[in-house]
């Protein structure tokens, strides 16, 4: 504590003092904004010093190599520090963190395997039912097929049938002369009248 003491400015006497009042230290050699400039330094002009050119291209240049060296210290130094720090936090582990990676890729591997085979068991599945569904359905069309030309067969035969009946009453040169005797025999009107039933109500006797 003396020798801070010693070492201020202020007296000892000041620092001893009751801290009643205030405390105002002033700084040597140091003037305000407001001061006027020294009257001996009013005709002072301040000329920097003079510079050798060959001196400063030298020490530009010297300069420039400095800090080049000093980046690449740095840089070294950086990179050092990383790897050391790598090596301590990773390095040790590797090769058992390399191990549970081999050991997880393994079990993923086999569990992919696995799920393979039994996406490929249901789709083969899913496929054989596929296959079945469409057999089922061509059989149906082609039993439906089948269905449809009997019944177009068997119309067709009833309409050749019905023909048949009907061609026996079909004239022909054969029975031409018989045909006009049955017809003078038998005439027929067709002037009647019907109601709305289609019933025959009035029918005009044959003259």
Same mark, same amino acid.
């Given at each position: 504590m003396l020798r801070a003491i010693s070492r201020s400015h202020?007296?000892?006497i000041r620092l001893l003092a009751p801290q009643s009042e205030v405390l105002i230290?002033?700084?040597r050699g140091r003037k305000s904004r407001t001061d006027p400039k020294a009257k001996s330094k009013i005709g002072r002009i301040k000329t920097p010093p003079p510079v050798d050119p060959v001196e400063m291209v030298v020490l530009k240049e *010297?300069?420039?190599e400095y800090n080049l060296i000093m980046r690449a210290l740095r840089l070294e130094f950086k990179e050092e520090m990383l790897r050391k720090r790598f090596e301590e936090e990773v390095g040790s582990l590797a090769e058992e963190r390399a191990k549970q990676e081999a050991e997880e890729h393994r079990s993923l591997m086999a569990w992919n395997d696995a799920e393979? /085979? *039994?996406l490929r068991k249901i789709r083969e599945q899913r496929m054989q039912r596929?296959?079945?569904a469409k057999e089922q359905r061509q059989r149906e069309a082609a039993v439906l097929r089948q269905q449809? /030309?009997?019944n177009y067969i068997k119309e067709k035969e009833k309409e050749i049938l019905q023909?048949?009946?009907e061609a026996k009453n079909f004239i022909t040169l054969d029975n031409l002369d018989q045909r006009i005797e049955e017809a003078l025999d038998n005439p027929k009107t067709y002037n009647f009248?019907?109601?709305k039933e289609g019933r025959v109500v009035k029918r005009t006797a044959f003259q």
């Open positions: 202020t007296p000892v230290q002033t700084v *010297r300069f420039t393979n /085979l *039994r596929e296959t079945e449809e /030309l009997d023909l048949q009946e009248a019907i109601d």
